[in-house]
């Protein structure tokens, strides 16, 4: 792995506008490989949101922002009714492909709307306009990601010890990542962070991709297996959590990676602050609470075989594999947006950061 450019400098997500491609880095191969694949079709972007070759709720949303847009600058109609009708066919799609991130179907209505708005002009501008949206998506997550980190960067000092669960991190985003970012912002104010990640059974993205762009990227991380996380907080390394998460309901109980919310509770039984990383794109205020999350349920094989030469568990063995869980609101010390950081309770807290929101975008 030496000898290969840093992870650091290749676009988790881009358009190549050339050829009409949507390229990623395929995150399955991590970290042993780094393989960058062309996406023209489809069943080709639905495919690699499905398995994890672009995933983080951001990445997943700036992907199908650009993935709609391709597919779109492809439908061939000559009217606005034949365009816009397959327009949904594919958003539809698209959005079929994962159930929790609350950002891909946001990132996906964002589009629809650009489409709807520009409705009377011809198609030709339709489609700039939405390469237009589809950038201002992955902007805005840039400038979001950096704008988390400095918030999330007051509640720590040098030299502490933080924890992080799965990978919210600039493989999961355009940029800094959520969870990363205060540790990327800090690395450059030589805050010296000692961060544990979570290798984040069953998939490993804290192993195969946290611990790999964090040690890439020159901070002192640590892995530790998930059912660590007790010992290190006892032992007292660890000042502060933070983690990303899918999506958040009104009243602040937040999806994020399985085993998210066994952290949370180790943190709260230890007196240790536990942070919940959301840009506004992954707090949906339409869910009341936490139970109104649809979780995704994901392959047997992921637990018994993945991973591992031989498989692992007996042949027919009942396997239950959601890939998220919600940590409940009262175990979050505090929700680290791009307009503040909300504070209990959360449900007019987070009302207060969508108003925020709103005064931000009447000024510009
Ligand atoms: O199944 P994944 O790998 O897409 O799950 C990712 C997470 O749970 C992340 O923590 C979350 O999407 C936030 S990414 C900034």
Redesign the pocket.
């Known amino acids: 792995m030496s000898n290969i450019k840093s992870i650091m400098d290749y676009d988790t997500v881009r358009l190549d506008e050339e050829k009409n491609e949507l390229v990623i880095i395929d995150q399955t191969k991590l970290p042993c490989e780094i393989e960058i694949l062309h996406l023209k079709t489809a069943k080709e972007i639905w495919d690699a949101i499905y398995l ?1 070759q672009v ?6 949303g700036v992907a199908a922002a650009y993935g709609l847009y391709i597919l779109a600058k492809n439908i061939g109609a000559s009217n606005y009714d034949d365009f816009y009708k397959e327009f949904s066919r594919i958003k539809d799609y698209l959005n079929s492909s ?1 159930p929790t ?1 609350v950002n891909l179907s946001w990132a996906l209505e964002r589009m629809n709307a650009v489409c709807v708005e520009h409705k009377s002009e011809p198609i030709k501008k339709i489609l700039e306009a939405l390469l237009q949206e589809a950038k201002r998506i992955q902007e805005e997550d840039i400038a979001t990601c950096r704008k988390i980190g400095e918030y999330a960067l007051t509640l720590v000092k040098p030299g502490d010890g933080l924890l992080t ?5 600039q493989l ?2 355009s940029k800094f ?3 990363t970012a205060p540790m990327y912002l800090g690395k450059e104010k030589g805050y010296n962070f000692h961060i544990f990640a979570d290798e984040t059974r069953p ?1 490993l ?1 804290g192993a195969r991709l946290t611990a790999f762009e964090l040690y890439s990227s020159g901070l002192d991380v640590t892995l530790i297996c998930d059912n660590m996380s007790a010992s290190v907080m006892k032992n007292g390394w660890v000042n502060a959590v933070f ?4 999506r958040v309901a009104a009243n602040g109980d937040a999806a ?2 399985i085993g ?1 919310s066994v952290v949370a509770i180790c943190a709260n039984y230890y007196h240790i602050p536990f942070y919940i ?1 959301a ?1 506004t794109s ?1 707090i949906d205020m339409s869910i009341a609470a936490g139970s109104d999350i649809k979780i ?1 349920q994901r392959p047997a094989e992921e637990v018994t075989e993945m991973w591992y030469k031989k498989r692992m568990a007996p042949e027919g063995i009942k396997v239950f594999n959601p ?2 869980d919600v940590t409940d609101n009262k175990l979050i010390a505090g929700i680290i947006t791009e307009y503040g950081i909300a504070r209990p309770p959360y449900s007019k807290s987070l009302k207060d950061i969508f108003a925020e929101k709103a005064r931000n975008a009447a000024v510009r």
């Open positions: 994890l995933r983080g709720a951001p990445a997943i994962r991130a669960h799965c990978n919210a991190g999961a985003t990542g959520t969870a998939l993205q983690t990303g998460c899918d994020n990676k998210t990383c840009p992954s995704e890939a998220f």
